[in-house]
């Protein structure tokens, strides 16, 4: 995380200290919203992951063994909570649609536009492709698995998803110079 968290306040707040886990939760807020954004796949989720880290950082800081492995294990919680709803989003639908893709950051950085590019190269992907694409490429599932939500035959899903990531490269070529 980006702030040094003051470890009077994280031994108070440990203790039990109302006032200092308020100022704690507020202090890492934005740390975790930061994290968030990178592992989250729709803004909604971010939403979610940081509500529900900061409710678990609040009942279970207590157990907490080292005050200077906060930060960490913060780190844990909202990744952990990030895949959490990937997982849920993953079982409610069969096809993720592209709003469960990626969230991307505003800031100008190289970073974001080459995210906010690969979206674009994504998006322009025909569906039967881009689906197997996001569940093999975004998602991590197996190809065995994605042959069997889609109702295909493994070499379909290999040679759809080679022929996607074909499509992409030419269109992010640039990138790659």
């Given at each position: 995380?980006?702030?040094?968290?003051?470890?009077?306040?994280?031994?108070?707040?440990?203790?039990?200290?109302?006032?200092?886990?308020?100022?704690?939760?507020?202090?890492?807020?934005?740390d975790v919203r930061h994290f968030a954004r990178k592992v989250c796949a729709t803004?909604?989720?971010?939403?979610?992951?940081?509500?529900?880290?900061?409710?678990?950082?609040?009942?279970?800081?207590?157990?907490?063994?080292?005050?200077?492995?906060?930060?960490?294990?913060?780190?844990?919680?909202?990744k952990h909570e990030c895949y959490r709803l990937l997982r849920r989003n993953r079982n409610e639908t069969n096809a993720p649609s592209l709003?469960?893709?990626?969230?991307?950051?505003?800031?100008?950085?190289?970073?974001?536009?080459?995210?906010?590019?690969?979206?674009?190269?994504?998006?322009?992907?025909?569906?039967?492709?881009?689906?197997?694409?996001?569940?093999?490429?975004?998602?991590?599932?197996?190809?065995?698995?994605?042959?069997?939500?889609?109702?295909?035959?493994?070499?379909?899903?290999?040679?759809?998803?080679?022929?996607?990531?074909?499509?992409?490269?030419?269109?992010?070529?640039?990138?790659?110079?």
């Amino acid at each position: 995380m980006r702030v040094r968290y003051d470890e009077q306040t994280l031994n108070a707040a440990r203790s039990g200290s109302r006032e200092a886990l308020e100022r704690l939760l507020f202090q890492c807020q934005p740390d975790v919203r930061h994290f968030a954004r990178k592992v989250c796949a729709t803004p909604e989720d971010v939403e979610d992951a940081v509500q529900e880290t900061l409710w678990i950082v609040s009942r279970k800081l207590g157990s907490l063994r080292v005050a200077t492995a906060f930060a960490s294990w913060a780190f844990r919680v909202v990744k952990h909570e990030c895949y959490r709803l990937l997982r849920r989003n993953r079982n409610e639908t069969n096809a993720p649609s592209l709003e469960e893709v990626s969230y991307v950051d505003s800031s100008v950085d190289t970073q974001a536009v080459l995210r906010a590019e690969t979206l674009e190269a994504l998006m322009t992907l025909p569906e039967l492709f881009r689906e197997v694409v996001v569940m093999r490429d975004v998602e991590g599932i197996p190809a065995a698995e994605v042959a069997s939500v889609l109702g295909l035959t493994l070499p379909a899903v290999k040679s759809r998803l080679h022929r996607g990531r074909h499509l992409m490269r030419l269109q992010l070529e640039h990138w790659m110079q």
